[in-house]
Structure formats: structure tokens, C-alpha cells
């Protein structure tokens, strides 16, 4: 069932429900309001009643009457009853007689005694109450029970008709409840509806783009989600054009060193038996270096494809001073030059490893065009890696961290042009930044921002 249809069945339910108890409530009450009219209706016709009869002689005859006129009307019984139960007075339809009980005779035993209830009379139903007066008689007063009753058939019949309109107008309710919950729950679902065709499309299609126009205009949380998706598109989009150019610029860079080796390879097959040991042993070594620069290619390129936010290191505060002196010990080893490090630096929170790694690429690269000297300069949670060498080109300073950028200048010279790549991508994923400019007194000053591991 769709979400739609859950909606409208549910506020229908609710709707049924609380129509449901207010119809009953209504109904309930309308009929303790109606049967309280008839009974103080009885009540006030019984006291004119024994008002009136209180004046007269009753004879020990059934009579119709010259008496009370104003009591009984076309929908009323009127009877009296001696203390033997014999009617004495009996005014009303032909063919109409109250049941005398032992209930009524007993209103007898009590003056001014009462007695109301629901009977029987001919298949209808009456209401009728019994009471008793003290009449005058040739032997003194005497205890006569009077029952009136009225029939109750057209209180019914509006109880009935009441009910009946209740549970038409309660059912209509229920109605327009649930088609206006379906018709807001369709508004409402509409952008998910949305997202779920897009989503559908796309992987339909294997296409971001197929995607389409999603409407963020939505209000609440629904808005919210298209939202969310549509970013979510739009990162997804930027990471298959950055996935795409990369392998376009890989396959670019690994062209040049695979046609050497395989230049140096053929030669070698076909004229290997002619080439003296030296040449042979030059074509060996250029094939190797080819061979080693692939596979620092291939394993820069896997550094560099790695999602560095999704990684099973952990992030712990990091004191950026030992990490320093660490990576300047081991490329004062590698690099044979002066490397130091100064400053004070702060500790930053990140993954210990890709740190070191950003860290090791600046000072590698440092260190290929370095004079002889190579500093570290530590500021807070700002690392620069100095060098004493020919500084940058002005015209490559805002390309250093793209992939495979290499000014013309260093093209010949070793190398992938992905190291400062990779310290991008790296510093990027911890939320800092980089940056690269040339120093006042010559050379090129690279570094890196952390955020600060806030004090507790």
C-alpha cells in the first residue's frame, strides 16, 4: 500500500472514530433530553391532574368524560384505578387500556407517590406514570391511583431520523476526511515521488545527470530531503567528472614511460645479438627507471583515488612538532641535504599517516630543487616547507596541486606531478587548505592549514 493510501486510510480511521463517539455522544444525549421532556411533560400533566381531580367524585363506573379536558390530549391515556385495581375512570382511544401491575397498585400505599416507565400498549410504546391522590367520597377520602400515558412512537421516530442523519452526515465526513488526507498526502509525497523516479532513472541508466529538476521548494522535511538529494547528485556528479579526468590523465601519463619501455624492449629483442654491453646495459637501465617511474604512477594514483575520509586509522590529535622531526630525519637521510625544522607547533586533530604522507610529499619536492637547505616552518597548526632552490613560476603557481601538472620548465625532469596532488587531497579531507607562493628571499615556501583540536 502506498504511502498516500496509508495516509488517507488512517486519517479516515481517526475521522470515523472520532465522528463515531461524537455521533453516539450526540444521539445519547438528544435521547436523555427527549425522554426528560416526556417525563416532566407526565410530571406537570400528573400535578394538574391531581389538582383537578381533587374537586370532583369519581363514580364506581367506567365513564368517558366531561373531565379533565386539559390533560389528555390526542397521544395520551388517562386511567384510574380504585385500591382493588378496578378502573374507575378510563379516557382515551378505544381499545387503548394501560397494564395495571403490582407496581402501580403499590404507588397506592404512598400519597403523592410516583411511579414512571416504559409499556406496551396495542404494540405501541407508551411512557406512562402512575401516582396517587386522596379523593372525597360518600365514606371519607379515599387513595386513587392515576396512570397517563403518552406514546412514545414519535420520539423514536425523531431519535431515529436524528441517528439516521448522524450516520449519513458521519459517513460523508468520513469521506471528505479521507479524500482530502489522500489528496494532501499526494501533495505532500509528490517529491519523494520525485526522488524515487530520479533515483529509478539514474539507476536505470547508470546517468547522474537522468536524474531531471527536483523541486527543493518543499517545506519541512520533505524539502530538506530533496535537498539533501540533489546535493548528493551534484557531489556524485563532480566525483565521476574528477574520476573521469583522472583516468584521461592517467592514461595520458602512463602513454610516455609504457611507449619508451616498450621502444627500449623492441629494440632489444631485434638487435640484441648487435649492441655492445654498454648499449644493451643502458637500454636495461632506461627500461627499468620506466618500469620503477609506472609503478610510482600507479601507486600515486591509487593514493590518490583513495577516499581519505573513509579509512579503518582513526582521527587523534596529532602534535605537528614530533611529526616534523620525524619526516626531516628520514629524507635527511634519502635526500643526502639540510633539513630542519623550526617554529612551535600545535597539535591538530587527523589521521596520523596522511599527515605524515602530506608532510613527506612537501618535503620531497623540496628537496628535488633545493640548493642545499630545506625548513620546516612550524606556525601554530600551519606547516611551510621552505627551500633555497629557483622558486616557482608565477605562471604555475595557481596549477602546483592540480594533477599531473608540470610547469614546461621541469617537464624533462623526473617525476609524476601528482605528490602535491596527493597533499591536496589529503589536507582537503582533514579540513584544511593548502597553499604555495614564492619566498621574498628566492626559493618556493609550500604548506599546508589544520584545523586546532579545540581546549577542553
Known sequence: MSLRWRWALGLGVVAALAIGLITIAAVVSAERQLRGAVDSDLRQRASELARLSGAQRIEGRVQRARLLPRIVDLDAVVQALDEDGAVLLQIGPEGVIPPVEAADLGVLAEVGGSLVRDVEIAGVTFRMITFSVRLPTDGGPSAVAFQIATDRSRVDANLTELTRRLVTIGVLGV??????????????????????????????????DAGGRLDMSAPGE????????????????????????????AGHE??????????????????????????????????????????????????????????DEPTVP???RPLA????????????????????????????????????????????????????????????????????????????????????????????????????????????????????????EVGFTLPVVPDR
Request: hydrophobic share 40%.
Open 222 to 249: 520533505i524539502g530538506r530531503l530533496a535537498r539533501a538529494f540533489s546535493s548528493m547528485l551534484a557531489s556524485l556528479r563532480k566525483s565521476r567528472e574528477e574520476q573521469q579526468r583522472l583516468v584521461t590523465d
Open 325 to 444: 622531526d620525524e619526516v626531516a630525519d628520514r629524507f635527511r637521510q634519502l635526500s643526502g641535504k639540510e633539513i630542519t625544522v623550526s617554529g612551535v607547533g600545535a597539535t591538530v586533530k587527523g589521521r596520523r599517516s596522511q599527515l605524515e604522507r602530506a608532510l613527506g610529499n612537501l618535503v620531497d619536492n623540496a628537496a628535488k630543487w633545493a640548493g642545499s637547505a630545506v625548513e620546516i616552518v612550524l606556525d601554530g597548526p600551519s606547516v611551510t616547507v621552505v627551500d633555497d632552490g629557483p622558486g616557482i613560476p608565477e605562471e604555475a603557481i595557481a596549477h602546483i596541486f592540480d594533477r599531473f601538472y608540470r610547469s614546461s620548465d621541469v617537464r624533462s625532469s623526473p617525476g609524476t606531478g601528482l605528490g602535491l596532488s596527493i597533499v591536496e587531497h589529503l589536507i582537503v579531507a582533514h579540513g584544511g587548505k593548502v597553499t604555495a607562493r614564492n619566498g621574498p628571499g628566492g626559493g618556493a
Open 318 to 320: 596529532v602534535d605537528m
Open 254 to 311: 602512463f602513454r610516455t614511460p609504457i611507449t619508451s619501455l616498450t621502444t627500449n624492449l623492441e629494440v632489444l629483442r631485434r638487435q640484441g645479438d648487435r649492441l655492445s654491453r654498454d648499449q644493451s646495459h643502458d637500454l636495461i637501465e632506461a627500461a627499468l627507471a620506466e618500469s620503477r617511474q609506472l609503478a610510482g604512477l600507479a601507486a600515486e594514483l591509487v593514493d590518490l583515488s583513495t577516499d581519505a575520509h573513509h579509512t
Open 175 to 208: 469521506l471528505l476526511v479521507g479524500f482530502t488526507g489522500w489528496l494532501l498526502a499526494s501533495r505532500a509525497v509528490r517529491p519523494i515521488t520525485d526522488l524515487t523516479d530520479a533515483a529509478e532513472r539514474i539507476a536505470s541508466s547508470e546517468r547522474i
